[in-house]
């Protein structure tokens, strides 16, 4: 499964100082990858994916948030190396990995 979309990028307000960044994914999207993906999830209800912002890839996980939505952490050498802050819409691409 691959999810593409739009997302602004934005800061854990529990961690502000550490630059905690990251996009939330659709609702819509998160609720299809949380059926897709039970009895699959890790640690904190996680799901790996391999991860696109531009030309920048990498593989992490994606972590259930507020409001249903999945959220993916985006680390700030992908950040410095697309030019993206907190607040810019980045055009995101997460695949599973684990079905």
Not at 36 to 63: C, N, P, Q
């Amino acid at each position: 499964m691959v999810v593409d979309f739009e997302s602004e990028l934005w800061l854990w307000e529990a961690r502000k100082t550490e630059s905690w960044t990251f996009v939330s994914l659709p609702v819509e999207a998160s609720d299809e990858i949380r059926d897709r993906t039970d009895g699959l999830r890790r640690g904190f209800g996680s799901v790996r994916v391999k991860a696109s912002i531009g030309t920048s890839h990498w593989l992490t996980s994606i972590f259930p948030g507020g409001g249903g939505a999945y959220v993916l952490p985006v680390k700030r050498a992908i950040r410095t190396a697309q030019k993206l802050a907190v607040g810019d819409v980045a055009a995101v691409s997460v695949e599973l990995v684990d079905l």
